[in-house]
């Protein structure tokens, strides 16, 4: 292990969303229990004013490609189906993707699950929005014991195949990259320095607090500090 290698462990095992939103994710994660997840970096926009990310078609054309990878991870699981939980940066779209995503995955290795299947789960609190539904969302990615898959060009799936690198999860399962159907050989090379990119810009912009700052403002905790 490399100097910079040790550097990029020790601040990936420091990061940790909040707590009230980790409890969240870890009463949901036990409520989807031997569980994959997959990222759906989904485009921001439309025709011309469409920014980068995948549309419909673009998905389920990467998920077609990815489905015998993921069909290995579903063998890992003990039970009947394994559930797949879709997280997306629009969630609304990821509900409307879910019949076209069964029907290309099949319907003998997964039951696909999303965000909007987990409101029973939220009977006596308001179920997250926004950037606090994103970070239960992110947390969901992290602790997925299947696996996960999303696409390298994503910072923020680069983010939660880092953090899953960092806690010691198998390469095989810790982050599948969809564009090419196989385990995305060094997570913490392709997030980390985005990351260190943004607290560094984050400073030089007069933030009091440095790195504290950034991390908060996102909803996130250095352990320890």
Known sequence: VTPLERLQLATLRKMEVAAPLAATAARLSARLGQYAALHLRASDGNGARATKGLNQTDFLHLLSRAAPMLRRLARASAGARTTLYLASNRPEMVADLLPASQRVLGQTFFRLSSWSDLAPAFQTEP????????????????RAPLGFAGSSWSTWSNLIGARRWARGVPAESAYLDLATAAPAPACAEVALPPLLSRVREASIRGASGGCDTWLEALGLTSEGR
């Open 127 to 142: 179920q997250p929005s926004g950037l606090r539904a994103a970070l239960v969302e992110h947390e969901l990615c992290v």
